[in-house]
């Protein structure tokens, strides 16, 4: 809620449905959980239905499919019919039909990182939200124009990055506008 909150106080004028990206590379049915899923999906469903334009499912693993014919019964039909799965090589012609090509490309290498194992450091619970140290890595904080707008110390158009970058910035907090949802 916190990053789709975030996403409607910033949003351009006119944008009104976004697409959003699940990369389920590495992903296992130890991390699975339906509960979690379905709860995502009625949230989704009744208080943003029309914020949806898309979902893109990349490189599920096969229970994932499974276990989605049964999720997809008990969330709307509308938020439903707008979720894709893409696996292997229809990955990057799909992100680069979808997506602005600076952003497509900073995916595409999330991807690919996202596929380590060991995952490296930056990709993992306790790095994500760190600038690399050297100034040619990719930033898995976002793309270029996104670490330099929104990642400058600054609130910049009330937009808050993920909590964790917020304090490993030091942003102050305290000037940045509230938003609220218009759905209920």
Not at 70 to 81: E, F, G, N, Q
Not at 86 to 100: A, C, H, Q, S
Request: proline share 10%; net charge negative; hydrophobic share 40%.
């Amino acid at each position: 809620v916190y990053q789709i909150e975030n996403s409607m106080a910033t949003a351009p004028v006119g944008v009104e449905t976004w697409v959003w990206v699940g990369d389920y590379s590495g992903f296992g049915m130890a991390a699975a959980s339906p509960a979690l899923a379905a709860a995502c999906g009625q949230v989704v469903g009744k208080h943003y239905p029309e914020r949806l334009g898309v979902y893109l499912a990349l490189n599920p693993p096969l229970p994932f499919k499974w276990g989605w014919n049964m999720l997809k019964r008990v969330i709307d039909p509308v938020t439903a019919s707008k979720v894709r799965f893409i696996d292997g090589e229809d990955v990057d012609d799909t992100l680069d039909l979808f997506l602005p090509q600076e952003l497509a490309d900073w995916l595409k290498a999330e991807i690919e990182l996202n596929k380590l194992r060991p995952l490296p450091a930056t990709q993992g619970p306790n790095g994500y939200w760190k600038k690399p140290v050297d100034p040619n890595a990719h930033d898995p904080r976002g793309c270029p124009s996104y670490c330099a707008k929104y990642l400058s110390g600054d609130v910049v158009d009330g937009h808050l990055p993920h909590p964790n970058i917020v304090a490993d910035l030091q942003i102050d907090c305290k000037h940045a506008p509230t938003t609220t949802s218009h759905h209920s």
